[in-house]
């Protein structure tokens, strides 16, 4: 199986020690592997890149912020995540008005435009004037699951996260727009904004999002009495988390059942098992062997089959459509007669951190020597797929565009039939799943 060339090679084990770790930890942090640098409200780009305002990917995607103050929280740096989640909440503040629309007119969730936004600017927290897929539930259930979390935290008695009067309102209105959508039947564009449909890594998000929601409203420090009215939140809420966990049970382990978007398989399912932990093990270890028969590669692990972004040779595609909307690029191919073959797929550089962690987690609650080894494994496949030396590739204008080294690509695609990172290195959502992945196996060692 080929895998990239790696300058880690020697801090790479078969089996680690805490100084092993130590010392992956201290070279990659030498290097800048692991930095994050954030907006003014305490928020990321998507990307660190040279030419992000050209790409978009200055732009403040909410999932992806969500992973970077997830990783933070875990590695004991519970001011910057919550520093993120009150940047994310004062946005959501701000577009208020899209939660209710919907709310009150049910309809709208059709105008995805209208829908709340999920990609703005993290300057000026203001949404994109630019037409984009956002109708991802997804996205929405990751900042309830986490903020929800955070808030319930013993930090927050100083103050990191307090729960004001409209904070509360903001939460409820996640939860009356999921209601008024009725998210567990909702096609919506998903981790990928993509074609819409109804699928299990939204649905499983929403879930994970509105259980946080209830052990808070249930268990908090703060009474919701007031936000929520007459109304009982905690009935509604445990009516939309039953209805959720019923779609689950008849979707997994496929992404979508949906007839006219059927998907057998898909990578996003992996979140479902960590860090969102809403699938019982039965289900979390179908998907996990499905996606390491069907989707893992050499280079990393791919989104699901015939994934048409940045499939080989992506630059000879019309430059104008490499950033547009899936449909766009899709008419493109069709039009074209491009069809993407198996096995010529992006391999994405996200996963791998994931399905370390996922056995980390297992192994630290059996001591069962083989999860180790798997953790052990994907985790050194992680550490493989940062950048070496002298991968030039096209940019988007078509110039030559060099990576830097030691740098976490969002993905490896073929170029020719030689595999390279694509531009948008570093992704922030890598440095964040890698995050994950060595405080998992430093808690595995720890064992």
């Not at 004062?90 to 709208?108: E, G």
């Not at 994931?354 to 980390?360: D, E, H, L, P």
């Not at 170029?415 to 430093?442: E, F, R």
Request: with cysteine; charged share 20%.
């Amino acid at each position: 199986m080929l895998t990239p060339p790696t300058l880690l090679s020697p801090f790479i084990k078969d089996r680690y020690t805490p100084a092993d770790l130590s010392a992956v930890w201290q070279f990659l942090n030498e290097k800048g592997t692991l930095s994050f640098e954030m907006t003014q409200h305490q928020l990321f780009p998507a990307a660190a890149i040279a030419d992000a305002q050209k790409t978009g990917y200055s732009n403040v995607w909410v999932r992806d912020n969500v992973y970077v103050a997830y990783a933070h929280y875990k590695m004991g740096n519970v001011a910057i995540a919550a520093g993120t989640l009150s940047g994310l909440m004062a946005y959501f503040k701000k577009v208020a008005f899209r939660f209710t629309d919907i709310i009150q007119t049910p309809a709208l969730k059709e105008q995805v435009m209208r829908r709340p936004h999920i990609r703005f600017d993290g300057e000026s927290l203001t949404e994109v004037d630019e037409d984009w897929e956002h109708a991802q539930n997804d996205a929405l259930g990751y900042f309830l699951w986490l903020y929800c979390q955070l808030a319930m935290q013993e930090e927050n008695a100083g103050g990191l996260l307090p729960l004001t009067g409209a904070d509360r309102a903001v939460l409820l209105r996640f939860m009356a727009y999921f209601e008024a959508i009725r998210y567990w039947e909702d096609p919506d564009s998903g981790h990928w904004e993509e074609g819409r449909k109804v699928a299990a890594s939204s649905i499983g998000a929403v879930v994970a999002g509105l259980r946080a929601l209830r052990s808070l409203i249930t268990n908090g420090p703060v009474d919701f009495t007031v936000e929520a009215g007459s109304r009982s939140a905690e009935d509604t809420i445990c009516q939309l988390i039953a209805s959720g966990e019923h779609a689950l049970r008849e979707i997994l382990p496929w992404e979508s059942r949906d007839p006219e978007h059927a998907r057998r398989y898909d990578a996003a399912l992996l979140f479902l098992i960590y860090p969102l932990q809403v699938v019982e093990r039965s289900q979390a270890e179908a998907i996990l062997s499905d996606v390491k028969a069907a989707l893992m590669g050499g280079y990393g692990i791919q989104r699901y089959p015939y994934d048409s972004f940045w499939c080989k040779d992506f630059h000879d595609l019309d430059k104008s459509i490499q950033t547009a909307k899936y449909t766009g690029r899709e008419a493109w191919l069709k039009e074209h007669n491009r069809a993407v073959r198996r096995g010529e797929e992006a391999q994405w550089c996200i996963f791998d951190p994931i399905v370390s962690a996922i056995y980390g987690e297992w192994f630290q609650a059996s001591g069962e020597p083989s999860y180790l080894e798997q953790q052990t494994r994907h985790l050194n496949r992680a550490l493989s797929q940062i950048t070496g030396e002298g991968n030039t590739v096209p940019g988007r204008d078509g110039s030559a565009v060099e990576i830097p080294p030691y740098r976490c690509p969002e993905l490896y695609y073929l170029q020719g039939d030689q595999y390279v990172p694509n531009v948008s290195t570093p992704l922030l959502w890598t440095q964040a799943n890698m995050c994950l992945a060595l405080k998992s196996m430093a808690r595995s060692l720890a064992s």
